[in-house]
């Protein structure tokens, strides 16, 4: 996993989903249009491919999970909405790019 993109995808998941993120934004859609809205292009670019390494890798749901929280500072808990961390990242990344797709 050593050439996950990590830059963009940290900015993205530290920045956007820290430990306050309930206070900015009422859900993690929320969350996902603020950074699309508030991100330039190449960012987005680099967090969606970041991300879809996350997805393509071997790792389980609660490796995902345990990844996400201890190497990108993620605080917002897929499961407590219904979804696995695979799935979560899966609709994430069809959010942006879903965006690059429209510009």
């Not at 670019?45 to 890798?57: P, R, V």
């Not at 499961?79 to 799935?87: C, K, L, P």
Request: without cysteine.
């Amino acid at each position: 996993m050593s050439d996950i993109q990590d830059e963009p995808l940290f900015q993205f998941i530290a920045g956007y989903f820290h430990e306050d993120w309930v206070e900015d934004d009422p859900d993690w859609r929320s969350v996902v249009r603020r950074y699309i809205k508030d991100t330039n292009i190449a960012d987005k670019q680099g967090t969606a491919a970041g991300i879809s390494q996350l997805i393509a890798s071997d790792l389980t749901d609660a490796q995902l999970q345990q990844t996400m929280q201890d190497k990108y500072g993620l605080y917002y808990i897929p499961e407590a909405d219904g979804h696995g961390a695979r799935e979560w990242l899966t609709r994430v990344v069809e959010m942006l790019n879903g965006t690059l797709k429209t510009g």
